[in-house]
């Protein structure tokens, strides 16, 4: 029997303009971005709350793949909603609206089948919740997190509490650095380690991400890609893509968590070379398997004969 | 008989402030730094200008390194200076002051022993001295060429006729972008690659420096250093240990190159480990050699099973 990958995160609808196009009340959010990549490696069963506007079928392809939705709440009230413009270089961006609708009042429930899952997603919303999530799981094996700049500054207590109760975590570079106080991206990593997390990923955007653990730094650079349209989703499918090769595998070996993160930035590649989730809708296991083979003719090369240690 | 490995380009007199420390009138310029670091490697011919006040003996630990100085020139006047300050993070720095003294009149000669030098490095000067240079030697193999923005903007066509020259164009990506006037570094690279080279070098500082050929692109991160004291003179010391480990093996096969760029890494990662060119003064082909088997740790994965191509 499979082990079950769980996600807990945000069910969006996106507004979002590029240079090269937008978006208007296109699904989105964390748990999206993460199962549409997920899904690929691995099935994946999602929690989340919709409000009753959010558009029938809107993720029925998620389910056509093998998104278990049935953690999916319909509430009264409006669906969360995002609006953003990236920069003319899609280099920064500037959120024009959130409003949280019924997401303000999400309590996330596990179905009881749900509460067996051994890989476990803990998207960016509140650490109080992302406990909560925690407790309803019987046996995680390998439990990874997100956050942001927001629970850093408002619930930093809570933070650090669930830290003690995690296997990864997994954060952009500023918010390693707000977190740690330490811009040194290296020494950030490792103040996160001592706080509880044997690992800590690092996601750079158009820099790729680093795995830190207390015996290894690996590097896996973002995919070089000359057409990039909308970076937004693109942590979520990495983090996807991460935890979907570990649960399609089973083995959290130093050489497998280094895989994971090629599959991870493969997977990241994918999400920004579309709008919202389309860029990863038709992506099959051979392309990302394909992927992943030009990552390593990117990164590798062979030592030479006066340094063969 | 060993092939002669040429660099032209500044001799300066450094006053840095870092957060960690500061400089004054220490020795300097993209021939120091470049030849600092080659020489470790494979031994380097320089030709540049010293003013009468460039204090005695400030190159003699390169001399004693291998460093051929019979090429730098003692001019009447004062030695080209630079003062600069970094900020606290050491992400961007402001020049507080240029003063090009006798850089300022600066017309490169080679010395006759020089002439047959196989591998030359065009130091950031006026692409029309580049171009006076490349005419006095006269079998060069393989010829890199840094710049800065302000020939991009000044000497636009001579930086494109230099262009049909080189074989590497070696910049950072702020320059890329400005001289191909597109912002995906990719396509700048080949922007460039279209314009004569054969291959492109970006710097890209601390996210490391990426290789593009009509056939390859190859990315090499910078190495996680938890201590950075001085960046200065990082992106020659890479150029030095790039064009060094060409010309010590004489390979410039695919293979070769990838190499190349990982040692160009490692010799960056020690020059910004200490002040000036200090952090280079006590490294010996040993340190390299190992650093270099540390920056494969950090990028190496195996495929897995069911992805061996």
């Not at 196009?21 to 899904?39: I, K, N, R």
């Not at 051994?118 to 909560?132: A, K, S, T």
């Not at 296997?167 to 977190?179: F, G, P, Q, W, Y």
């Not at 979907?244 to 070379?273: P, Q």
Request: hydrophobic letters at 45%; proline letters at 4%; a negative charge.
């Amino acid at each position: 029997m499979s082990v079950g990958l769980l996600v807990v995160g945000s069910i969006a609808l996106d507004s979002v303009a590029t240079p090269f196009g937008e978006t208007a009340d296109a699904p989105g959010g964390s748990a999206v971005f993460f199962s549409a990549a997920g899904v690929i490696l691995h099935p994946v069963q999602v929690v989340g709350v919709i409000g009753t506007d959010y558009p029938p079928g809107a993720l029925r392809a998620l389910e056509a793949r093998g998104v278990d939705l049935s953690g999916v709440e319909r509430a009264q009230g409006e669906s969360f909603r995002w609006k953003a413009k990236y920069s003319y270089d899609l280099s920064s961006r500037e959120t024009l609206e959130t409003r949280l609708g019924v997401f303000a009042e999400f309590r996330p429930k596990l179905p009881a089948k749900f509460r067996d899952a051994r890989y476990v997603f803990l998207g960016n919303i509140d650490p109080e919740l992302q406990l909560g999530v925690l407790d309803q799981v019987k046996h995680p094996e390998l439990v990874a997190c997100d956050t942001m700049n927001y629970w850093i500054h408002s619930k930093r207590d809570l933070l650090l509490e669930l830290l003690r109760h995690i296997d990864i975590l997994m954060v952009n570079d500023s918010e390693a650095r707000e977190l740690s106080g330490d811009w040194n991206i290296y020494r950030a990593a490792r103040w996160i380690l001592a706080r509880g997390p044997r690992l800590t990923v690092v996601k750079q955007g158009e820099h790729g991400a680093l795995l830190v653990s207390a015996e290894a730094t690996f590097k896996v650079p973002a995919y070089p890609l000359q057409e990039v349209f909308d970076p937004t989703g693109a942590g979520d499918a990495f983090a996807g893509g991460f935890m979907g090769y570990l649960a399609s595998t089973g083995d959290l070996s130093d050489a497998s968590l280094r895989r994971a993160m090629v599959y991870g930035a493969a997977l990241g590649s994918f999400a920004v070379e579309a709008f919202g989730v389309e860029g990863l809708a038709d992506v099959t296991l051979a392309d990302v398997r394909a992927r992943v083979r030009a990552f390593r003719d990117l990164v590798h090369f062979d030592m030479d004969e006066a340094n063969r240690a």
